[in-house]
């Protein structure tokens, strides 16, 4: 069965710091993997994606990916974090091997970043 | 270019009614989704549509839940009768082409039953 654990509910950092967000994640067959970012009152917004080649991905905003198949990762990270980067960020995982459509998401992990 | 669009933001109905929610999706987008949130826990997959046929049901909890995409455009969740286990925010997300494209969400109906 697949799933995806974000072991950590609130990640806190000051401003102008690194950020991590960590994802682990469980597929039967290959990964697509990706993460949103959802602001208050928002829906969910893509932020970037891992779909096959350099495990490094980079997206939206600065942000950066790492896939890491022996460890089953995708943690989410930025060089330098920014107080508007406060948010609750889902990491998610499709099945390429079976059709690659049902999208499994993690609990959310709240970014508070302090000025 | 519209967004996802729900209706409604919210809903407050007694354990038993019913409710309808409803999803228009990015024009053009085959590929439309329901998903439900409860209470700070995971977002989880309900259905995954083509077109006006349901691809994956996967996820739907029973069958007082009923999920249609008539025309191929808009989608309606109905929950009848619904339950105090029902509550949560409820997205609808959208998106073209194969599996490997992200999804485009709704800002989500919450759902509170009394």
């Known amino acids: 069965a697949q799933s995806v654990a974000q072991p950590e509910d609130q990640v806190n950092v000051a401003e102008g710091n690194p950020l991590t967000v960590k994802c682990t994640y469980s597929?039967?067959?290959?990964?697509?993997l990706f993460w949103y970012v959802q602001y208050p009152n928002r829906g969910l917004q893509f932020l970037l994606k891992?779909?096959?080649?350099?495990?490094l991905v980079k997206g939206s905003y600065g942000f950066e990916a790492e896939f890491n198949k022996s460890q089953t990762s995708f943690h989410l990270k930025k060089p330098s974090a920014l107080v508007s980067d406060s948010a609750l960020y889902f990491c998610a995982v499709r099945d390429r091997d079976t059709g690659g459509f049902k999208t499994i998401f993690g609990a959310g992990t709240r970014l508070f970043v302090k000025a | 270019e519209a967004g996802v669009t729900q209706f409604p933001s919210h809903s407050v109905i007694e354990k038993g009614q019913t409710v309808t929610l409803r999803c228009d999706p990015i024009s053009g987008h085959d590929n439309l989704y329901w998903y439900r949130r409860v209470m700070g826990k995971e977002i989880k997959f309900l259905l995954h549509?083509?077109?006006?046929?349901?691809?994956?049901e996967s996820g739907m909890p029973n069958n007082r839940f009923l999920a249609e995409r008539t025309g191929g455009t808009y989608s309606t969740l109905k929950v009848q009768p619904a339950e105090l286990e029902d509550s949560g925010v409820y997205f609808c997300?959208?998106?073209?082409?194969?599996?490997?494209?992200?999804?485009?969400f709704g800002p989500g109906t919450r759902l509170t039953v009394l």
């Open positions: 597929v039967s067959g290959n990964p697509y």
């Open positions: 549509f083509v077109k006006e046929s349901k691809q994956d």
């Open positions: 997300a959208s998106s073209s082409g194969t599996g490997r494209n992200e999804q485009f």
């Open positions: 891992y779909i096959t080649g350099d495990n």
